[in-house]
């Protein structure tokens, strides 16, 4: 494995790489090496301002460990969009923790982690608190211990979650729905749709991502059915025999049309 250590500070003015641009970077930190006497004072802070990438719009990024080696504090905060052909998302998220770090691994829990709704009015792509994870300079490699977070209104569960990078970086998930109201969810994310009904659903998920994605997905029904309400219904017949009724009229005028010519 390898080791980090010492300070320094870094400020970056304008940088590009590939397909990705920095307006500017500012970072500065103090890490002491490993060893008896080295649980000294930790710090690290870096500061990324209008980052540009095909994957993602980052207008700020920011990091703040301070504390010891064997116990610090982490806050984070990134705000920008994922630009997308139909509709550019939106990006919040402000992970905090606590760690402890031995010159070779990162380990430690993040209190809170959030990742804001992709638009307005809909549930946060992301909801986690006490989420234990491991990070490891051989690979490298992160690991989260298991447990469960909010995605999209839907409490998922997890026994497996890992990405190791390198030059064949891949991510695998092992996931498990938790019973699940659809009906309500679903209006969260189509208030104006009419979802109704009793409709209960459970499911779980095997995921790899290397070079192509490779998935074992199942959804089964526990309980209920899932409808449209009524009054849904309703306006959808009212304005679909509207419809109806003004592509009669306009048939009927080109057909009195042609006796006339």
């Known amino acids: 494995g390898w080791q980090v250590g010492g300070s320094g500070r870094l400020n970056v003015a304008s940088a590009s790489a590939l397909s990705t641009r920095i307006a500017s970077a500012k970072a500065s930190w103090a890490l002491p090496l490993p060893g008896a006497d080295g649980d000294g004072p930790i710090a690290l802070t ?57 010159g070779e691994a990162w380990a430690g829990r993040l209190a809170r982690l959030d990742i804001g709704p992709l638009r307005p009015n809909t549930p946060a792509l992301l909801a986690a608190r006490d989420l234990g994870l491991r990070w490891s300079g051989a690979g490298p490699r992160l690991e989260a211990e298991p447990g469960r977070a909010e995605v999209g209104g839907a409490f998922v569960r997890w026994q497996a979650l890992s990405w190791t990078g390198g030059e064949h970086p891949e991510a695998r998930a092992d996931l498990q729905l938790e019973d699940l109201a659809a009906a309500p969810l679903m209006a969260r994310w189509q208030p104006d749709f009419g979802w109704g009904g009793d409709l209960r659903v459970a499911g779980h998920a095997s995921l790899l991502f290397n070079e192509r994605l490779t998935a074992e997905l199942l959804i089964e029904r526990q309980s209920g059915d899932l409808r449209v309400t009524d009054e849904f219904i309703a306006i959808y017949k009212q304005i679909w025999r509207s419809l109806s009724a003004e592509v009669d009229i306009a048939r009927q005028e080109q057909k009195e049309a042609g006796r006339v010519a």
């Open 46 to 102: 870096l500061d990324i301002g209008q980052l540009r990438d095909p994957l993602a719009e980052l207008d700020s990024a920011r990091l703040d460990v301070q504390g010891r080696r064997s116990a610090h504090e982490v806050k984070a905060e990134v705000s920008g969009r994922i630009p997308r052909e139909s509709q550019t998302l939106s990006l919040k998220a402000q992970p905090q923790g606590r760690g402890r770090w031995d």
